[in-house]
């Protein structure tokens, strides 16, 4: 697996992890590094772009969920905007809030773990890389 | 065993880093067997999981042994991994609460949770000497219209 770094200007900064091969339990520890690598220099809206992922076990659903939490609201991990990042996307409750992880062009194998995990009722998908760029506000 | 079927057998001797090796052994026995493509992921996918916990948490990331068997019996695939790493039953582990971010979940449980939506038995044994086994059951499905 090779992740590539982009970062591009839309409504805000946003910074695209480009994952390239299958990722499982040998390697998905890197990409947690890289998102958190990322954080560090001053990231805040990330979208991993699964373009080129034809695999993914629940090692990478992990590395997602310790993303989501590095990428919370404020920030830190900490607060009371902690919960926005990955709540649920039809819920009233959250109409409004910004989510920072997000999610591109997830190829079937792929789109087909994430939805019977039902991370996908939580996380925003985008098939658009314009559009998903231009969600981010 | 074989009862008039090939068996597909293979040791893996490492850690993590056999995963990929784990998946392309059990993606050319299932289609040898006859598996179509939904039937060679799932088998892949259970592998996986199966093996990844056994590498990083029976044998707590040191080097470990996984031995896989496929075989199919009638239209049913079977797919079995035997470890000998420490005391784990993946009838104890809950599975992830889909109603909650995943960043409120705890993390681990996704792979059996996985494995028990894409296999259509699960079943786990441990003896002490022939160590822990998991056996997977999968009928073999028709190919979909999508397949090429």
């Given at each position: 697996m090779e992740i590539t770094i982009e970062q591009v200007q839309g409504k805000v900064p946003v910074t695209i992890l480009h994952v390239r091969g299958n990722v499982d339990g040998s390697n998905f520890n890197d990409l947690t590094e890289k998102a958190r690598a990322a954080h560090e220099a001053g990231a805040r809206n990330l979208l991993i772009?699964?373009?080129?992922?034809?695999?993914?076990?629940?090692?990478?659903?992990a590395a997602l969920q310790i993303i989501a939490s590095l990428y919370r609201g404020d920030g830190t991990g900490e607060g009371e905007?902690?919960?926005?990042?990955?709540?649920a996307l039809d819920d009233p409750r959250t109409q409004g809030l910004q989510q920072?992880?997000?999610?591109?062009?997830?190829?079937?194998?792929v789109d087909s773990v994430l939805e019977l995990v039902g991370f996908k009722d939580f996380l925003p998908v985008y098939t658009s890389r314009d559009a998903a760029i231009a969600s981010f506000s | 065993m074989m009862a008039g079927n090939e068996c597909y057998h293979q040791?893996?001797?490492?850690?993590?880093?056999?995963?990929?090796a784990?998946?392309?052994?059990v993606g050319q026995a299932v289609e040898a067997l006859g598996g179509v493509p939904d039937d060679v992921f799932a088998c892949q996918l259970s592998a996986d999981e199966a093996a990844v916990n056994?590498?990083?948490?029976?044998?707590?990331?040191?080097?470990?042994?996984?031995?896989?068997?496929?075989?199919?019996?009638?239209?049913?695939?079977?797919?079995?991994?035997?470890?000998?790493?420490?005391?784990?039953n993946p009838d104890d582990v809950p599975p992830p609460d889909l109603k909650i971010p995943p960043t409120e979940r705890r993390l681990g449980g996704a792979g059996l949770f996985l494995m028990r939506k894409l296999m259509d038995e699960v079943h786990f044994e441990s003896d002490p000497e022939e160590g822990k086994t998991l056996t997977l059951k999968r009928r073999l499905r028709q190919a979909s219209p999508d397949d090429q």
């Open positions: 772009d699964l373009s080129e992922t034809p695999y993914m076990s629940s090692a990478g659903l905007e902690g919960w926005t990042v990955f709540e920072r992880l997000k999610l591109l062009n997830p190829q079937p194998r | 040791t893996f001797d490492g850690q993590t880093e056999q995963l990929g784990i998946r392309e052994f056994a590498y990083m948490h029976g044998y707590a990331g040191e080097p470990g042994r996984v031995e896989i068997w496929l075989w199919c019996e009638a239209d049913t695939l079977i797919l079995r991994l035997r470890e000998w790493g420490a005391p784990f």
